[in-house]
């Protein structure tokens, strides 16, 4: 029996994808109803135990299609491996995605509304009769005129990011589970918890993980692959003061909380903060300030696409932190920063084939592929220097953090194509 030519076994495997009946929105429907929400102010991995709710669930769902070694470890993160089913000698590929949630906004008692077919018009939310999305204010729900938007209530965000990648690696893994003519090589499925507060990999098992490159499931509108993020450090500074009785504080007392309100008042309000800065500008953002007569804490992030530009705003801080000292005689400072991740870009430059593969499966895809740079970072950042290049693929997550996050289920099942794409043309 003579073998199929391969530009007719690949157009075949597009067209099953094409026909799969996909199972990305009801995962998703099923996965923002368990509050996963990080929690900053913990010590503890994961920082909520909540997030094992979930993970533990996609351990046990991924078992039960048949990927014997899934597994959550103490720390949170889930392992799978979906095995060869090619003689070939491929690369190992990774995708990643986490499980927890944002924050910003609550993440507990999510209800998601589907909207099928969407019109264009307002949507509204029962839980909070004020409150609309609408294409004026979300111009990219204006190009999903038609597609199937999931909402959440209007009290809680919906949790697409990151739920929305971890249901299309869920869609993905059963896809191949179920369909073995699609050959492939070894493919490592990794969720993670904490990546809203930057220790989406601090435990990483990078040995276990033992995959070549990776895509990380977390960017947004349909055809974007981000190979760039931001550099990122945090910054704390320290303001200490003199307490006294303030009876009789004339000439002793230095207040700490006014020389931390006279720094803060003395940070450019036009420029250098994230509400000023868009494309490839870096900021300055302070995000926790805690403060009393004898000591103020302020707590900062530090941004920029430009790694050595990291200094250069650390340098004008403290610069800002000497002249409030300078004000108020007496008081002192002290300043601390703390490297967070890098720029995936200075990885993925020395890696030009993991970006070249996502591009060709998006156009396999019929996408376009548009490369964007992130104003943030994904866990593909850290896993980058961690020895995984890893850049960032579409999930249709939108409006993030907030209220009116929302996500299109189209946008998901072609993700879950792409995917599937990826792993062909290796």
Known sequence: MSLLPLHFFNYFCRMTIGNYKHTVAERFMRYVQIDTEADPNSETQPSSMKQKDLLSLLAKELREMGIEDAEMDEYGYVYATIPSNTDKALPVICFCAHADTAPDVTGANVKPILHKAYDGSPIGYPDDETLFLTTEDHPYLKERIGDDIITASGKTLLGADDKAG??????????????????????????TPDEEIG????????????????????GGPRGVLEGESFSADAATIIFEGISAHPGYAKDKMVSAVKVASYFMNSLPKDTWCPESTS??????????????????????????????KLKEHEAQLEEYARKAIAAFPGSKYQASFKEQYRNMREILDKNPQVMALAMEAYKKAGLNPVTESIRGGTDGSRLSFMGLPCPNIFTGEMAIHSRKEYVSVQDMEKAVEVLVNIVEEI
Do not use: C, W
Request: without cysteine; aromatic residues 10%.
């Open 166 to 191: 971890v249901s299309i690696i869920m869609d993905l893994a059963l896809y191949l589970m179920t369909h073995p003519e699609v050959k492939h090589g070894k493919i490592r499925i990794l969720f």
């Open 199 to 218: 220790r989406g990999v601090n435990k990483v098992d990078m040995k276990k993980l033992g995959a070549d490159f990776g895509y990380t499931l977390d």
């Open 279 to 308: 494309g490839m500008e870096g900021f300055v953002h302070a995000v926790h300030f805690e403060a009393a007569v004898e000591k103020a804490t302020i707590q900062f992030i530090v941004r920029d696409f430009e790694t050595s």
